[in-house]
Structures are given as C-alpha cells and as structure tokens.
C-alpha cells in the first residue's frame, strides 16, 4: 500500500511557480501594509467664504465676500446713510424696496455656494459674485479695452458738440490704442476689478523699455488711462482707485530748446531765394515773436487782432486746451502781418500767414537751419519756447507770461516754455549786490 504522505504534493515546477507567486504576493502585502500604517496628511481645506456689507464714504451700499486673503467688492448700486443700515438681518429700515433687494442678493449668494459645490468647484469670491451677476444677466466687472472703448466714445460725444478739438480726439484714440496694445501684450482678458499698481509699473516698463517711448508721452497715455480708471469709479465697477498712491517714475529735466536773439537776427537778416524757404521762415519768426502754437498760427486770421489802451494786440482762444492768449503785436510782429497783408493766400483765405502742414514745416525748418548756419533742430514747437524765453528775460511778471501764452498756472511756463538766460541771471546778481553796496545804510536799515 503506497503511503500518500510521502509522495511528493506538487512537481518540482510546480512548487517554483508557487513559491515564486507567493513572494510576489507577500511583497504587495507588504507595500500595502506600509501605505495603512503611514501617517495621513492633513487634509486641505478651501478657505470658508464670508460675505457681509459694506457702506463706503458716498454711502454706496457694496456686498463683500471674503476667503482667505482674497476679497472682492460688488455694488449694489444704491445709497443708505450707515445707522439706516441692519448689517446683521439684511434689513434697511424705513425702505422694504432695498431690503427686499438685499434678502435677493443673501439667497442668490447661498444658492451661489450650493451650485459651485454640486459642480465641485471651490466657492472662491470671485466664483461667488461671478454666479450672482450671471443670476442677474451681468458681468462681474467690463474689460479694461470695454472701459477704454467707452471712455473713448464719451470724448466723440464732446468732440460732436464742440466741447474739444480734433486734435484732442485724434489724441484720445491714439492714447486707446496704445493702451489695448499693451493689454493684448502682457495681460490679454484683463478686466476692471483686476487693476492693481503693479499694472501701473507694467505699462510704463512695456512703453518706456520695449517700446522706446519717451517718458513724456507715456505720462500723457497713463493720464488718459487713468481717466478709464475713474469713469468705473464713478459707474461703481469698484469702490477704490488702484493706482491710488502709485507714483511715475521721475522724469529727467531736460534743457529748454530755443533760439538765442543772435540766432534770431541771423535768421531774420537771411535772405532766401526759394520763396518757400522765405515763407516758412516767416512763419516760424511769427511764432517766435508771438508764442502761439502750430495750430493757432494755422488759424490766425483778422477777427484775432484786438486793441487794449490802444495798443495792438492778438485775442485767440488756444485750440488745444480753449484757455484765451493775449499777446501784444511787437513791431517784428506786426512788419510780417504786413507784409503778407497783399497776397492771393490772404485774400482767399483770410488768414495772416501761409501756414504749411506741420510736417512739412518741420521738413523745411530743418533745411532753414543747415542754411543759416544754426546747429540746433529747428521745430514749430521751438518757436513757441523762444518767445517765452525772450519774454522771461525782458523781467515780465510770470503771470504776464502765462497768460501770454495761454497757461493757467504759471508752473508750466517755468518748467517747459521759458528759461532764465544766464547773462541775464549773472547781471540781475551782480547788478543787485551793487546797488546795496552802494548805499551801505540803507542795507543796514
């Protein structure tokens, strides 16, 4: 009889495979056993979304929901003195209409909340007021290109009525495209509620340092953004200015560019063959013995001349900003108003000077300096700075001045338009110390 307990259980391959099969499945025991007995993070948790209201200093009534370190504002378009307002119930009292509004505005949040977890989603407050104004058939808050392209239509309205020039216009959109070039550049969907100081430094680094522009002109396009940037105040996209306390970079001063008398008299004494030349230097000593602009030396024609105390003088009302220039005629002056007092541009035009296009004064201008001798640029705009340098230094009163040349604060004269000659500087000093040393008493006194 064959004792079965001393046959061997399983063949030599098969006991390989199973001792083989069974390591395998020890070590996955094991693993598994490991991943049991390890510690468990803690779990991270979304931050738990607060919402209350707000009253600002206008006593606009804004919901705020907060999570965590983020925080967003939403108009509730209506006003309400703080002591009318029950925070705590929602309620305003003495005014069912806002407290029904507000009891709407607390279900569309909680519903807001519900929503976003059945889809899953964290309930962040952006997320939140998102929900609410779609609820409403809204947006959160307009794109910055939306606000640019309104504020743009609001200066086409003024401009319709006359309220500023074509050039101003023509400025605005330039201003509006450079600004969505910016945006399409480095923050392309970028809406309104977004705007921080850092867009600030931003856009000057993108249009001082990649593009080349000069600090003066960016200031000028940042000024106009800026004025987006209030239009959504005023219309409660948000209750706070971004750029509030944001500082422009300093500008280097730059010397005043302008043309010395000497410079002056060989310009003046010059006598040119083309009679183009002629003109556009007479043009261009217009403008340095009167300081009106490109423009309003375009535009200057009969009706502008005036009397005060019976002498002659020039009334125009500036084209670029509508603030009124008078100017005394000067007898350089008034000998080139008579001599085109005769010719067909004159007559047919009834303008005092045959003004070309800006560009192509600056293109002639260029070709009366190398002829004269005169290294510096010449420009339309150089004249309008002689005359505020000569004036300045005939000791005329700064407000003279700017009234002269059509400012209203005497700061821009000084900074952009007049400089103080140094001969003139040297001689007022050493004509001062002088006369105080002459009469050493009345010092004393």
Known sequence: MIDRAKLPTKGPRRAKRA????????????????????????????????????VDRNNT?????????????????????PESLDKENWVVRDDPEATEKLQVYKASILEAEARLFRLGETATPKRVIEFVMAERGQVLTPSVKTALGTILRV?????????I??????????????????????HPNLRFGELKGSHADSFHHYFTVERKFSLAYVRKMFSFFRQAVNYGIREEWVNRDPFAGWKSPRETIRRIEYLTEDELTAIEKHHFVNPTLEAVRDCFLAQCYSGLAYVDLRAFSEHHLVSYDGIPSVRVSRSKSGVDAVIPVLPPLQALIDKYADTPHRQRTKRLFPVLSNQKMNFWLKSVGEIVGITKRLTTHIGRKTWG?????????????????????????RKHYAEQHEASTVREIFGRWNERNSHPKAANE
Request: glycine residues 8%; proline residues 3%; positive net charge.
């Open 165 to 186: 020039s074509h050039y101003t216009i023509n400025q605005a959109a330039q201003y509006t495209a450079r600004a969505c070039e910016w945006i399409d550049a480095k």
């Open 389 to 413: 340098t000569l004036v300045a230094n005939l000791n005329v009163s700064e407000g003279s001045l700017a009234k002269s040349m059509g400012h209203t604060t005497t700061a821009m004269t």
């Open 61 to 81: 009534v804004y919901l705020r929901v907060k999570a965590g370190q983020e925080t967003r504002d939403l108009s509730l378009r209506f006003k309400c003195r």
């Open 155 to 163: 200066y086409e309205g003024r401009y319709k009525v006359g309220q």
């Open 19 to 54: 001792k083989k099969g069974g390591s395998a499945l020890n070590g996955q025991f094991d693993k598994l056993l490991e991943q049991l007995q390890a510690p468990k993070p803690a779990l991270q948790r979304a931050p738990r979304v607060i919402f209350f209201l707000v």
